[in-house]
């Protein structure tokens, strides 16, 4: 294999900065004598997946300041915009301080005991009228791991339900399904050393420069640094990345899937593969194929092993024969000699290529697919598992890692690449947890997309939402919204702020937010980061993991949940790290994580952290001879999917002619709820627009700014338009953003879904745009 | 300034009404809540005119002071000075840091002034020259000092012409870039967005007066 051990060195000292790791929290440099009274903390920044560490000065029990932390390996004391201004997001005027209870169309006022009891009796009675499965939760991947894990122990080892999911559905779902069916094991091999270390990187449908800031401009210094640095930016949509990209291809939407395959059709035309790396480590496989888009409920589609035929290369390349460049250009409108230009460039030996992807990949009605097919690219070229070189999905919550995936709280998922269908998986579950195995169903519970569809089906009697806005943030809104509207379930939010979840609520619970407890987040790149409890939550705002032990305590699952009120989220932890040894995601003791600015697992046994997996450069589960070694995989063998196109569930027409996308800017963050309460932010973008191309904005008459309709199958909305600005779609699209809480843009949204992971498409519709 | 900006014929006239904009004699009576917020002139004197406004001295001249313009302005970014503002009593004023220029592409201010203060020859939102911005603390300037902010740089409408990123290696973290905003005054209209909406308390980036364009070699 082509990775040395000196290879790995050499990378080691172009890193070598990282030994930061191990400083003990301190007072920053430069605190001069104006500052003393105020106590130093180190917490990772509350908003994106990127997983900045910031220090959090207190003073009076009140947050004086923050900035970034200089020993943070991640950001060494940059922020973005929205990390310099994060103290802000507790400091709204109008944080929820006392839990309220729905009388009619009033919400009022109550004690933690009447609304927890209240909680306890409606899902009672559902429990015992309706069954285990008639309750659900639905949580985020803003959760703790000590919260999540606590959720998923209530739901699936205490109630008996697998009901349980994490807003991370609509963002990482197809990462997860791609990484498990690829690689048996969840999260990237590579890390963000890869960045430093690369020379060549293609970003398939990302706007990095906006959605995560900080590592872009890691990746813009690598390119200063290095003349050789080449950043392909393959989108639809001319963007902030675009600008400082080496070039930009423009893509049709869902065009990506026609793309990859055109692109490995010929690295195996042309014999450009890595056969030796293809002999050792891959077989190749096909799926199921001609999948529904999920938009009828309850629209079932496995692809279980039943459905998977085991492919011969020989068998693979005859079936990648039809995916020319021609064809390639057809349906993604990227020029066939383009295609064979990128094609040489993933292939090219002197080059150390690396995918990056987030969002456009994932929210795709065929996302697991556009992941199997990257993975391809780098399995098939064998540029994998070498420092430099690597694809990595980018992750957009703080703890979508940490919680949602590493700790599983998603309806199939348990600890540590787990799963509720294993009979294996679910003892050694419960017997961590201390119960019977049978009390753990294998069925696997109601997905996100049809959790909250079961509420308008009057099957679902009882939600609980923690840390997530899901009646701004779902596609097909409106559906939504109006059967909750209609009182179809009992439906209880914990967050901090009103939103446009809270105000469907029959309970709102004020919750805890960030430093106002205590926690653990884990980043894209693997990397688990510890917080102290560094002031008090507002009123009697109580954390998500208090308001879920009190709540078991009165369902009589408080057994459950053993743990001292002192050492609690240190028991919790290593409760949950038991999960992790010997699993390849090792973590280390919770005393470890308290003196560092994160470790990336697997953790070894002598405490370091690992920067690539599956190499025995890095990673203590491959003896030394061994190269890499995809140990998580059967046989140790990872799959190349075959996956061939096939269209989104909408595509534009007669009636509705424009493509509409959605997304994320710098400024603001998810659907705004703790952005919006920052008046600088608000100040520098007050809310949504809806970007158009100058020639399509010109045909219609429509000017910068002017009022503009755009109307769905689904709903309608009025936005102004932006012309020239920061991004611009290409022909025939238009785009906005999901963060203005007065404009639910989602309700133009389709509700398709991948049929693997159940990942909505929040990227394709199609819509009429006209001047309003 | 005015006077030098090639401008050709007029635009097709469209703008919006119901502007609340306070014309002369309504302000001089309320006069004290206006002037609360105004920032007529700038330690050098300048003062921030609408677009197309001729040089100031005849601008001070020519302007009837009917309050047109406000009125025409859908953003209610123009208001009339106040008292403090001397001679300038009655003129129209921008201040950015309240309510910018928007560059309505059919300038319906300009438009509406009916004595000459504001050149109608002017039609080209982008050959507007209210002024131009400046970036005034440098040591302030998030962007600057690398954090990923920038700001001022997405919001202006002539992005890429008017702020341009440039990108540097940031020798404080040896592994960032710091992405740091230039603006192109012979390309900035000086409508203050960029001022409007710089995140710091005292905005780093103003519209000041234009200055002429000081060339690199020296023609005796």
């Known amino acids: ?772 | 300034m005015g006077d030098e900006t090639p401008h050709t014929g007029m635009s097709r006239r469209q703008f919006l009404k119901g502007s609340a904009a306070t014309p002369l004699a309504l302000m001089l009576a309320g006069g004290g809540v206006v002037s609360v917020y105004l920032r007529p002139a700038d330690a050098r004197g300048f003062t921030l005119r609408p677009p197309g406004a001729i040089a100031e001295k005849r601008f001070l001249a020519a302007c009837v002071r009917c309050g047109k313009c406000a009125q025409a302005c859908p953003y209610q970014s123009i208001r009339m000075a106040g008292g403090e503002a001397g001679v300038g009593i009655g003129t129209p004023v921008i201040i950015p840091r309240e309510m910018p220029c928007y560059l309505c592409q059919d300038l319906p201010c300009v438009r509406a002034c009916p004595s000459g203060a504001l050149d109608k020859k002017l039609e080209d939102v982008e050959k507007v020259r209210m002024g131009t911005a400046v970036i005034i603390d440098r040591e302030s300037c998030l962007s600057i000092r690398g954090l990923r902010c920038e700001v001022c740089y997405r919001q202006c409408p002539l992005i890429d012409k008017a702020i341009t990123l440039e990108a540097r290696h940031n020798i404080r973290t040896g592994e960032h870039s710091i992405l740091e905003p230039v603006v192109h005054k012979e390309k900035c209209v000086g409508c203050g967005i960029c001022e409007k909406s710089c995140v710091l308390p005292k905005p780093v980036i103003v519209v000041q007066g234009l200055v002429e364009i000081q060339k690199d070699s020296y023609d005796f």
């Open chain 1, 1 to 772: 294999m082509g990775l040395t051990r000196r290879d790995f060195i050499k990378a080691s000292a172009a890193a070598a900065a990282f030994a930061a790791v191990g400083v003990p929290v301190v007072r920053p440099k430069g605190v001069d004598a104006a500052e003393t009274g105020i106590t130093w903390g180190k917490a990772p920044c509350r908003y994106c997946g990127v997983g900045c560490s910031v220090l959090v000065g207190v003073k009076g029990g009140k947050i004086v300041s923050t900035k970034g932390d200089p020993a943070g390996p991640v950001n060494k004391g940059l922020n973005c915009i929205k990390g310099y201004f994060l103290s802000k997001a507790l400091y709204g005027k109008d944080r929820l301080t006392k839990p309220l209870i729905r009388k009619g169309n009033k919400m009022v006022e109550a004690s933690w005991d009447e609304a927890l009891n209240l909680i306890a009796s409606k899902y009672g009675k559902a429990i015992a009228e309706h069954g285990p499965d008639s309750v659900a939760m639905y949580g985020s991947g803003q959760w703790t791991v000590q919260e999540g894990y606590a959720a998923s122990k209530l739901m699936k080892g205490g109630i008996g339900t697998n009901n349980l999911e994490p807003n991370a559905r609509l963002c990482m779902a197809s990462a997860v399904v791609a990484f498990m069916n690829t690689f048996g094991s969840d999260e990237p091999m590579g890390c963000y050393d890869d960045l430093d270390l690369g020379d060549t990187y293609i970003l398939w449908g990302a706007n990095m420069a906006e959605a995560h800031p900080v590592l872009f401009s890691r990746l813009i210094d690598n390119k200063l640094k290095h003349p050789k640095v080449r950043l392909i930016d393959i989108a639809t949509r001319r963007t902030r990345t675009t600008k400082m990209a080496d070039e930009y291809i423009a893509m049709r939407p869902q065009g990506d899937l026609a793309a990859l395959n055109a692109i490995i059709h010929v690295i195996l035309r042309d014999k450009l593969y890595d056969g030796a790396f293809i002999k050792q480590h891959v077989s190749f496989k096909r799926g199921k194929e001609n999948a529904p888009y999920g938009l009828k409920d309850k629209e079932a589609f496995n692809e279980t092993p039943a459905d998977v035929k085991n492919l011969s290369f020989d068998e693979y390349k005859e079936l990648m024969k039809k995916f020319t460049p021609q064809w390639g250009e057809k349906i993604s409108g990227i020029p066939a000699k383009k295609i064979e230009e990128l094609a040489l460039v993933y292939t090219d030996k002197s080059r150390k290529v690396n995918s990056l992807w987030t969002m456009g990949v994932n929210q795709h009605s065929r996302g697991v697919w556009v992941n199997n097919l990257i993975y391809n690219l780098h399995l098939l070229t064998g540029k994998i598992c070498k420092p430099g070189e690597n694809p990595l999905s980018l992750t957009g919550q703080p703890s979508a890692c940490g919680t949602a995936r590493e700790v599983g709280t998603f309806a199939h998922r348990l600890p540590s690449d787990m799963v509720v269908m294993n009979e294996a998986h679910r003892k050694k579950t419960a017997g961590i947890w201390g119960i019977d195995p049978n009390k753990i169903p294998a069925k696997v519970g109601l997905h996100t997309m049809e959790m909250f569809r079961a509420i308008d089906r009057n099957e679902l009697k009882c939600i609980w939402i923690q840390c997530t806005n899901p009646f701004q943030s779902l596609p097909n809104l409106s559906r939504l919204r109006k059967a909750a509207e209609a009182r179809k379930a009992f439906i209880v939010v914990s967050d901090i702020y009103p939103t446009r979840s809270t105000e469907l609520a029959d309970v709102i619970l004020p919750s805890a937010s960030w430093v106002e407890k205590e926690g653990v987040f884990g980043n894209t790149e693997r990397r688990t980061q510890q917080w102290f409890k560094m002031i008090d939550a507002p009123g009697q705002a109580k954390e998500d993991v208090w308001q879920l032990i009190e709540f078991a305590k009165r369902m009589g699952l408080g057994h459950l949940f053993p743990y001292s009120e002192k050492g609690l989220h240190r028991e919790i932890w290593e409760e949950y790290r038991k999960f992790t040894i010997g699993s390849g995601k090792d973590l280390a003791p919770y005393e470890a994580y308290t003196k560092v600015r994160g470790l990336r697992w697997p953790v070894k046994p002598d405490g370091k952290e690992t920067r690539w997996r599956y190499t025995e450069a890095d990673d203590p589960y491959v003896k030394k001879g061994e190269g890499i070694k995809f140990y998580k995989a059967p046989g140790n063998k990872v799959n190349v999917w075959f996956r061939p196109y096939e269209p989104p569930a909408e595509s534009p027409d007669k009636d509705y002619p424009f493509w509409f996308c959605t997304g994320r800017l710098l400024e603001h963050w998810h659907t705004g709820t703790m952005t919006g309460r920052v008046p600088e932010l608000k100040r520098a973008v007050s809310g949504a627009t809806i970007e158009l191309h100058p020639e399509d904005a010109k045909r219609l008459g429509i000017r910068n700014r002017d009022q503009v309709r755009i109307t769905s199958r689904r709903g309608s909305i009025v936005l102004p338009a932006e012309i020239n600005g920061r991004s611009t779609p290409e022909k025939g699209n238009v785009f906005t953003t999901f963060f203005d809480e007065t404009k639910l843009i989602n309700e133009l949204c389709i509700d398709a879904f991948d049929p693997l992971s159940k990942e909505p498409d929040f990227k394709k519709c199609a819509v009429k745009v006209k001047k309003a």
